[in-house]
């Protein structure tokens, strides 16, 4: 039968059946959704309408382009997991990707952009001044070159790779022109606490904007301040409930 949009087969007001007195037409048709689910197996369909204008039905999408409203930066990164949608859970347990939906994506992208902007390292834990005399003089007494050792360290241990690099970045001379140009950038430097805290687990709050199914991007914005205060209370509280049932 197909999907119809029309109202011939719909009853009336009062309840009463219509009599079909035309055949269906092109222009009353309706398709499936497309329910875009979240895969690193990313497929996007190229789908003709009317007027032989074309649309890109995503089925399965993992990245996006996502802006930072407050610094006016947008990078294309990761979508690791849906977390919330106001109109059903059902999207939520299946990933699926609509327009509305709250998602989490990596924030190391935007991390990255922090640091060569202002040059400072967001969400890092502050280390003790006995620990990064420790790293220094690891660094001084080894005769590796920087670069070499945290690919050594990376692959025994990740974490400890990341605080080593941060040492030699810490080691590596800027000229004073970059200098200045950073103290200039940290005098209006100014960041959400609830956000700081996000980047400490390498995870962002964003709500996507797009439509996946009509345009086949996943694009959107990273959750700042009251609209991110709301989602953090719907989430503390879904999972309270979780809890509770469990």
Known sequence: MGISRDSMHKRRATGGKKKAWRKKRKYELGRQPANTKLSSNKTVRRVRVRGGNVKWRALRLDTGNYSWGSEAVTRKTRILDVVY??????????????KG???QVDAAPFKQWYLQHYGVEIGRKKKTAS???GEH???KNSHVEPGDLVRLISLSDPEVAMETETAVTEETKKSKHVQRKLEKRQEDRKIDQHIEEQFGGGRLLAAIASRPGQCGRCDGYILEGKELEFYMKK???KKGKGASTA
Do not use: D, F, G
């Open 235 to 237: 989430l503390q509280k």
């Open 85 to 98: 949608n106001a109109s059903n859970n059902e999207l939520v347990r299946t990933q699926t990707l609509v």
């Open 101 to 103: 939906a709250i998602v």
């Open 137 to 139: 003089s690891t660094l």
């Open 131 to 133: 620990k990064k005399e």
